[in-house]
């Protein structure tokens, strides 16, 4: 498949994951049969992605691992500032700008730990294709100083904007994930290694999602019930 054509239907994959689970949404009343269904429209878009791109993130990753233990050491430390750049942003805005109009998440409340991993799931794989679209398509494909810069913003915006169901179409609560878009951005044009802002981006959604999700299974695997009257 020739380099212009593997563009072109990366571009396609997260609009078409959105077209498709905004429909799983409205067809499925069932929040298992949703949660499934999403995680394997998720799954399946990384895949494919690693697919289109896998000698990019083959020869991108031998560059990487050279110094792995030292950019991996970096990588906590730009995790870190992400967290302070969400709580910047969140704190730059008025609070009553980031409330929902209804409560998210409120169909999966009733799953049990198990499924809340599986929910996690889709934070935690997600970053291969969230960069591999808005990072290495959306901005590392132009060479000129002018386009680049533009696409700099509009790619954190785009990515700000496919979290739209996170937030119930609260524009608002999406602007610190545009700022994060920015900030990954960032850390990809500067390494020039897409393997820098996946590994920031993975770690960071691990931190946000998938290791709570296993806290709470540990917990009700030995039964430990956390005391939160203090």
């Known amino acids: 498949m020739k380099a212009i054509q593997k563009q072109q239907w990366g571009l396609l994959i997260i609009p078409l994951e959105l077209l498709i689970g905004a429909h799983l949404f409205r067809l499925s009343k069932n929040p298992k049969v949703t949660l499934l269904a999403s995680t394997a429209l998720v799954l399946i878009g990384a895949l494919l992605m690693i697919w289109l791109f896998h000698d990019f993130l083959k020869e991108q990753w031998h560059h ?67 960069e591999l679209t808005f990072r290495y398509l959306l901005l590392g494909q132009f060479s000129s100083k002018t386009w680049r810069m533009m696409m700099f913003f509009v790619q954190s915006i785009l990515f700000g904007l496919i979290h739209w169901n996170n937030f119930n179409g609260n524009v608002y ?13 960032g850390i ?28 709470l299974l ?10 939160l009257s203090s």
């Open 188 to 215: 990809y044009l500067l390494s020039g290694n897409i393997w820098s802002s996946i590994i920031v981006h993975w770690m960071l959604n691990t931190m946000n999602s998938m290791l709570p999700a296993l806290l």
């Open 218 to 227: 540990f917990l009700k695997f030995f039964r430990i019930t956390p005391d």
């Open 64 to 130: 990487y691992r050279q110094k792995l233990f030292l950019r991996l050491l970096v990588s906590i430390i730009l995790v870190v500032g992400a967290f302070l750049i969400l709580q910047a942003a969140r704190r730059m805005l008025p609070s009553e700008l980031l409330q929902l109009r209804t409560p998210t998440g409120d169909s999966l409340q009733i799953l049990s730990p198990s499924w809340t991993v599986l929910a996690a799931v889709i934070p935690f794989i997600a970053p291969f294709t969230e």
């Open 173 to 185: 609560a999406m602007i610190p994930y545009m700022v994060l878009g920015l900030y990954l951005g």
